[in-house]
């Protein structure tokens, strides 16, 4: 099967340089969109996602979608990151930061639930809550 062509826009090449700016954070349409408005730069939402998600296809940016009751989160990886078989988030309650963890002894809690209790997790899709360091500082 061939491979389509990727159709090339000034808007996709703006994002595609914001993005590797931010990369390796998690970003929103909300927080692109933000940026560019900052800029003085007009691209829609609807823009923004659309492009997103056709990046998300061509395995150049990663989509997270932590719950039901957060937008969904997305990361410029180059098609680098998460690339692995395991690759855990932590999410803060506080402030929402999703943070990539990747850890020998999470790997061994997901032999433990296998072995022990018959259940297969996705390490690419489980998130751990709690409160990240910067969110218990100001906490102080």
């Known amino acids: 099967m061939e491979k389509r062509s990727v159709y090339k826009t000034k808007q996709r090449e703006k994002i595609m340089n914001y993005l590797q700016t931010v990369q ?9 969109y933000d940026y560019f408005k900052a800029q003085g730069e007009s691209i829609g939402q609807a ?3 659309r492009q997103l998600e056709k990046l998300v296809d061509e395995g150049t940016i990663n989509k997270y979608i932590v719950d039901m009751n ?13 690339s ?3 690759c855990f988030h ?3 309650e506080k402030c929402g930061k999703l943070i990539h ?3 020998d002894e999470i790997n061994e ?3 433990h639930l296998y072995e022990h209790h018959q259940f297969r997790m996705d390490p690419k899709r489980t998130v751990f809550y709690g ?9 102080k």
């Open 24 to 32: 390796g954070q998690h970003i929103t349409v909300s927080d692109v």
């Open 47 to 49: 823009t923004i996602y």
């Open 70 to 82: 957060s937008p969904a989160c997305f990361e410029y990886t180059g098609g680098e990151h998460c």
């Open 84 to 86: 692995e078989d395991a």
């Open 90 to 92: 932590c999410k803060c």
């Open 101 to 103: 963890m990747h850890c």
């Open 109 to 111: 809690l997901e032999s």
């Open 131 to 139: 409160i990240c360091d910067e969110c218990q500082e100001a906490g």
